[in-house]
């Protein structure tokens, strides 16, 4: 059986690449029609898709009953009116974003007549790989459809009629509006998306939604880039001239508003001026709260904390995802983001302090893609930083980099216009030589 | 023997790692006050650099006579005044580009007192792998220096002696300056770069320079990300409309004005309707030029051609780095298109026309990292597109693309600043809102 099933996967992926050649191309007007087009089946199609969704739920529910299923991701495969609607105003929204492309970002006269341009276009097919949330394909595939890039959806197989009855909506617009055909589809199963992780050829980028563990089996797995974050390991840094009741509240936020998201805190850092007020205070806290504190026992000993279990060095690169912190006492902000520096995973990292200066160290030492003063490390999020919609959050160093938005998954291409140019006029006896005159762009 | 020198590895990529954070919180002129003394520094130890440079030729020398190494390679090796006169010009010049760290491309109020920034910042520790240019080495680092990352370099072996002292330039400049220690080194041998390579911990970007086959070689080897390109499959394509005259310079200047270069022209594709008029013409000036031509054995017996090898399916996608080329007639421009789609490499394609919608459509839809319009695909250059100096060009289809600069070697951070703000404030009952009000950046 693997012979045509590989040929599947190569055939899905050629037919994307050549469309997204043909998407590249499509005015932002028809990328805008079609995304409100897509609104509108899901809302002709509503009880349809929830009555898909249905026949999900009652396939998954006895695997939850069995232990099979966990009862979070059986809560998040669950798609009711309301999730629907809110789904379809997200579509919608993302039809009215600024469009992406075509931005001339540089214009520089090379010469006389020669004529250079730095424009914004698509990355080109980008693979997609989430886990049984149903709300995701549509958010997805109108960041895809925004954006001019062609997409490959595998979603998770629980989700499996939510997602069919769905990409029927995205069919049935896309060929309204006239898309070049096989731009978006629907990976069948895993088998496909391994092949497909190996086509380096046809796609471009790899965007894995889930958990760590699925984005560090994809990461492993493939020589594309992939977009996304394995791990969220964040910091709060209380400083030696931190407000102890800012301390306090950020501390709280940071850790409980959702302890699940990648963007919470997993260590705290009190520097030792403030560990004799502030330690007792924070504990006390997340006791209330709910949350198990690790800590050093000769530190919980000299603060008397009682209640607590001792760290060990695995927990300092440990994302716990739950009502867990570790908390440490450094004698300096340079122990503190020496620490960060080691354990963290580049994603978001915050400071509580008075003091500027060390703001200011703090900011520029600390290479995470996210470096907060006074503010809790969960606004690292695409909607709250005002991008319209969030394709994941990067913790890699080059672009795009912390929360992507649209803007994050186009590139660029430089286009040079020329009267006949050659180099060869550019060296030996009576060289010419380039202006190198800014234009101004557009 | 393996114990030790992995741990040199690790601890010479630990040191850069925690030096990279002092480096992006140097000043501007301190970095460039690194560079005129670094130009200093290597005029007054240009007798000892040339004297070290002589010693490895000594050694090449032989192996050359020997048919180990490549004249072409030899050559390369060869440091004289003029050469390395030029080398210190590279580092003033470098010294006097405008500064790239520190710009705000991002300012957004997301609430009263929640300010967010994107600011660009160095992207961490890069290791430089070169071939025996020993040029590259005060090169390549004058341009990590520039950007403030912190660098490996390991230099090809047959400039052992070279390198060594041009490095002890480099060493002393950056004492003088105080650079955090470590932040530069020279990687010893090759044992320790492949170490190096399985570091993504330490290591944010590999840059190899040099042939091919090393970047291929790097490219399998790591999960770190390489900037760099493999292959340089260019293309030019003359349009039903195009001006033969053009194309004929364009055709010669992007063959033969450089032909190891990754930028020249490795197939011509000619649009059927100009094949009877421009073949003839152009296989004889490719001749007259010592081009050896490839082409379909029918398509020669119907232009007359008579002095050809046959094209095969490998040469679609190979590149000669020779005088060969390959030519290939297509019906329309959308077969252009595909052909070059389906076996360019996303380096640099062109298209000769008078007719702005074909090239309107051939820009839009070649997905390569320039596409030109009657201009030589030998353009694509750092220097000639007026970036002051070049790290190298890259095929990937994400950012940095295309010819490299400084700019290219930057990341960008997020800071966000605030009074205390938690996100617990923006949901449930009352739930703050986001203003996201641009703020006139910086």
């Known amino acids: 059986m693997t012979e045509p099933l590989t040929a599947t996967a190569m055939d899905i992926a050629r037919t994307a690449r050549i469309a997204s050649s043909k998407l590249a191309r499509l005015e932002a007007q028809r990328r805008t029609d079609a995304l409100n087009q897509l609104a509108a089946e899901l809302e002709k199609h509503a009880s349809d898709i929830l009555q898909a969704n249905q026949t999900d739920c009652q396939i998954a529910a006895p695997l939850v009953e069995q232990g099979i299923l966990s009862a979070a991701l059986f809560k998040r495969l669950k798609l009711d009116e309301q999730k629907l609607k809110s789904v379809i105003d997200g579509v919608r929204q993302v039809a009215a974003l600024p469009d992406p492309l075509g931005s001339i970002d540089l214009a520089r006269e090379l010469d006389d007549g020669l004529e250079l341009y730095r424009i914004a276009c698509p990355i080109g097919v980008i693979l997609v790989i989430f886990e049984a949330r149903p709300d995701a394909l549509p958010q997805i595939a109108s960041l895809l459809i925004r954006s001019g890039n062609a997409g490959l959806l595998k979603g998770g197989r629980e989700a499996k009629n939510s997602n069919e009855a769905m990409f029927a909506c995205i069919e049935t617009a896309l060929e309204t509006c006239e898309f070049p055909p096989g731009a978006y589809k629907l990976v069948p199963g895993r088998h496909e998306v391994s092949e497909l992780l190996k086509n380096d050829k046809f796609i471009d980028l790899v965007i894995p939604r889930g958990s760590s563990e699925l984005v560090r089996q994809i990461q492993e797995s493939t020589k594309i880039p992939v977009l996304g974050h394995a791990e969220g390991i964040c910091h709060l840094y209380v400083d030696e001239f931190a407000d102890l ?3 306090l509240d950020l501390a709280i936020d940071a850790k409980t508003s959702y302890p699940a998201a990648c963007n919470s805190v997993e260590t705290l850092l009190v520097h030792s001026a403030m560990a004799p007020s502030f330690l007792p205070v924070v504990v006390k806290a997340y006791e209330k709260a709910g949350v198990e504190v690790r800590i050093d026992a000769a530190d919980a000993k000299k603060f ?8 060990c060095e695995s927990d300092w690169s440990t994302e716990y995802s739950d009502l ?5 006492t450094v004698d300096s902000l340079a122990e503190a983001i020496e620490h960060i520096n080691e354990y963290g995973s580049g994603h978001t990292d915050a400071i509580v302090t008075d003091a500027k200066g060390s703001y200011e160290i703090f900011s520029t030492e600390v290479n995470s893609a996210g470096v907060y003063w006074n503010a809790s490390t969960r606004f690292a999020d695409g909607f709250r930083y005002g991008f319209g919609a969030e394709v994941g959050i990067s913790t890699g160093k080059l672009h795009p980099r912390g929360p992507v938005g649209i803007d994050g998954i186009t590139t660029y ?9 050659v180099v060869s006029n550019y060296s030996g006896a009576g060289a010419r030589t380039f202006t190198h005159r800014n234009l101004s762009a557009d």
């Open 304 to 311: 008397g904390i009682k209640s607590f279990e001792p760290t």
């Open 324 to 328: 867990i912190i570790s908390i440490k």
């Open 413 to 421: 291409k430089y286009k040079l216009v020329g009267k006949g140019h």
């Open 245 to 247: 009741g800012m301390a």
